[in-house]
C-alpha cells in the first residue's frame, strides 16, 4: 500500500502521546466493535474542544485518521503537529481551497487511509447538542469516494467534564443518486441521536 504523507509522523505521535492522554483523558467507549476492520473510512464526529482529535487517534491507534484543519491553524503550534501527522487545511472562504481540499481528502481515501471531518464546522460552545452542518462536505466526500462514514458521538462527564464517553455508530452510506441534502440530514439526525443516547448512559452513571 502507498505511503502517505504525515503517515509516519502520525504513528510517531500516537505512540508517544497514547498513554498520557489516557491518563488525562479518561474515556469510555461504546459499542467498539462497530469499528471497521478495513482502512478506507471517513469518521465525523462532534467538536467540542481540542481533545476530540487525539481521542479519536488514540481509538484507532496507529490507522492513520487524517483530520481536516481549518487554514488559521497552521500559523499555530498545534497545526504545526498535525501537519506532522498528515492533516489536510481548507481555507473555508476560498473555493479554489475548498476544492483542492476535497481531492486531498479524497485522494487519501483512496489510497487506503482515513479521514476526520467534523461536520458542525466550528467548536460548539453552545448549550446545544449539536449544531447544524455547515455543509455537506462530509456525504458529498463519502458519494464521490464510495466509502463508508463512521459517526463517532463524544460526550464529557465527571465532576469537571474531564471523561469522555464516546459511541461508534454504525457505518453510514451515501448512495452514488442519493440527495446530499437528505442524506445531510439524516447523517445530523444519526450523530444527535446517538449524543441523546449518551446523555442517559451518562445519567444513569450518577
Given amino acids: 500500500m502507498k505511503k502517505i504523507k504525515g503517515e509516519l509522523g502520525y504513528k510517531l505521535i500516537v505512540c508517544l502521546f497514547n498513554g498520557i492522554l489516557k491518563r488525562v483523558?479518561?474515556?469510555t467507549v461504546i459499542h467498539p466493535e462497530k469499528l471497521p476492520s478495513d482502512d478506507?473510512?471517513?469518521v465525523i464526529a462532534n467538536h467540542r474542544d481540542y481533545w476530540d482529535y487525539p481521542i479519536v487517534c488514540s481509538i484507532f491507534g496507529t490507522r492513520p485518521v487524517h483530520p481536516l484543519g481549518k487554514?488559521?491553524?497552521k500559523k499555530q503550534f498545534s497545526g504545526k503537529i498535525l501537519a506532522f501527522m498528515g492533516?489536510?487545511?481548507?481555507?473555508r472562504t476560498c473555493e479554489q481551497s475548498r476544492k483542492r481540499s476535497r481531492v486531498e481528502l479524497i485522494n487519501i481515501l483512496k489510497g487506503g487511509r482515513n479521514i476526520l471531518l467534523c461536520p458542525e464546522g466550528t467548536r460548539n460552545k453552545t448549550n446545544e447538542i449539536l449544531l447544524p452542518f455547515a455543509g455537506h462536505g462530509a456525504v458529498s466526500i463519502a458519494q464521490?469516494?464510495?466509502r463508508p462514514i463512521i459517526p463517532i458521538a463524544l460526550s464529557p462527564y465527571g465532576a469537571k467534564g474531564e471523561k469522555r464517553l464516546v459511541q461508534i455508530c454504525d457505518p453510514?452510506?451515501?448512495g452514488i443518486d442519493d440527495d446530499l441534502g437528505v442524506a445531510n440530514n439524516d447523517l445530523w439526525n444519526c450523530l444527535y441521536n446517538a449524543l441523546l443516547s449518551n446523555n442517559e448512559i451518562i445519567k444513569s452513571m450518577n
Avoid at 492533516?87 to 481555507?91: E, Q, R
Fill in 87 to 91: 492533516a489536510v487545511f481548507v481555507d
Fill in 172 to 174: 453510514f452510506l451515501v
Fill in 144 to 146: 464521490k469516494s464510495e
Fill in 40 to 42: 478506507g473510512f471517513i
Fill in 25 to 27: 483523558r479518561k474515556y
Fill in 71 to 73: 487554514a488559521e491553524l
